[in-house]
């Protein structure tokens, strides 16, 4: 199991707090993807507990500053909707602008995908809640590429971790993903915290090992369903 660090360590446990992880291994979670999952994540749970969030801005923000660097980022960009919250705090700290991306134009008046504005060739760090396969980021980073600005990192609270397809389609298009704690951090303090029985726990860890074979052994669909459509 991949080794956590205090930052991922502490990030985890907050959300476990507020309850934004929960642990299901004998009654799994089927998403509207399809697929089965003994793990949910609900980050936008983080709005409603301000200690909770404060904290995790903080710990943001440090990563941002040490991982990217502050020099190296001119926007902070939201996706909709969940990242809006987020990048408008991090803006904030970072003392930066902040524009937010739709997925798609709105149909009507500008038309626009982006709102608020930025220079030709800004970059532009692109925040959102959760990241699992990195499918969504694509669609937000080609329209800021299209409107004239650079993008080369995202981060994210929360990363799956378990999709390393998601970080390679990413990285061939030039942008590194960044979060402050992935599942494995969260197993790792469920273990600690007694959150889940020795059962629970190997449950869990096979999910994260194997999520296509867990998700179809349990009546969910798979990465390969899913690229299907």
């Known amino acids: 199991m991949p080794e956590t660090n205090d930052t991922a360590h502490a990030t985890a446990a907050a959300l476990m707090e507020i309850e934004a992880i929960l642990f299901r291994p ?5 998403f509207t993807s399809g697929r ?4 949910y994540v609900d980050c936008r749970k983080i709005i409603s507990f301000p200690k909770t969030r404060g904290r995790l801005m903080d710990l943001a923000v440090e990563a941002i500053e040490q991982d990217i660097g502050r020099d190296k980022i001119d926007v902070v960009a939201g996706g909709e909707t969940a990242g809006i919250p987020f990048a408008a705090w991090i803006a904030e700290r970072l003392d930066l602008p902040m524009i937010y991306v739709r997925k798609k134009p709105k149909g009507f008046g500008r038309n626009a995908q982006i709102e608020g504005s930025f220079a ?3 970059r532009i760090l692109l925040v959102e809640d959760l990241a699992t396969d990195g499918g969504s980021k694509l669609n937000f980073v080609e329209a800021i590429r299209k409107a004239g600005g650079e993008i080369a990192e995202t981060f994210v609270i929360f990363h799956y971790g ?3 397809q998601g970080v390679a389609d990413l990285a061939a298009r030039g942008v590194r993903l960044h979060g402050l704690a992935t599942w494995w951090d969260a197993l790792a ?4 915290r007694g959150y889940l029985t020795d059962a629970g726990l190997a449950t ?5 090992e194997d999520p296509d074979t867990w998700s179809a052994a349990h009546g969910g669909k798979t990465s390969a369903d899913l690229a299907a459509g």
């Not at 004998?26 to 089927?30: A, G, K, L, S, W």
């Not at 089965?36 to 793990?39: C, D, E, L, N, T």
């Not at 303090?189 to 600690?192: F, L, P, R, S």
């Not at 869990?204 to 994260?208: E, G, H, K, N, Y």
């Open 26 to 30: 004998d009654d799994p979670f089927i």
């Open 36 to 39: 089965a999952s003994p793990v």
């Open 120 to 122: 030709e060739g800004a």
């Open 162 to 164: 378990i999709f390393p």
């Open 189 to 192: 303090v469920a273990g600690e």
């Open 204 to 208: 869990v860890r096979a999910f994260l």
